[in-house]
Nanobody
Framework: QVQLVESGGGLVQAGGSLRLSCAAS????????MGWFRQAPGKEREFVAA????????YYADSVKGRFTISRDNAKNTVYLQMNSLKPEDTAVYYC???????????????WGQGTQVTVSS
């Protein structure tokens, strides 16, 4: 079992930055791949980024590549999403999730946080 709690969301102007954190409970955090997803009003939840259990491999959606960076600190049981050059279309609730392998598929993730709101004003 893994419990996930996101933080770091907020309101930011276009072009600004935010760093999201996802704190995990449980001693097996380092054995899980982690992902970030987002869901805008009226839209399906979509993949943003994923990182392997070791942190050695990262994956990004085309829409955020070059602007967002996913990282993890297994000693702190935390995964991060650094978001730069934010755009209004990045506005969504952002969720972190844990899985046995890095994936871009929502249905493959076993554990989810409650989400944190990110709002980017134009």
């Amino acid at each position: 079992q893994v419990q996930l709690v996101e933080s770091g969301g907020g309101l930011v102007q276009a072009g600004g930055s935010l760093r999201l954190s996802c704190a995990a409970s449980g001693r097996t955090f380092s054995s899980y791949a982690m992902g970030w997803f987002r869901q805008a009003p009226g839209k399906e939840r979509e993949f943003v980024a994923a990182i392997s259990w070791s942190g050695g491999n990262t994956y990004y959606a085309d829409s955020v590549k070059g602007r967002f960076t996913i990282s993890r600190d297994n000693a702190k049981n935390t995964v991060y999403l650094q978001m730069n050059s934010l755009k209004p279309e990045d506005t969504a609730v952002y969720y972190c999730a844990a899985d046995s392998s890095s994936s871009s598929k929502v249905y493959e993730y076993d554990y989810w946080g409650q989400g944190t709101q990110v709002t980017v004003s134009s």
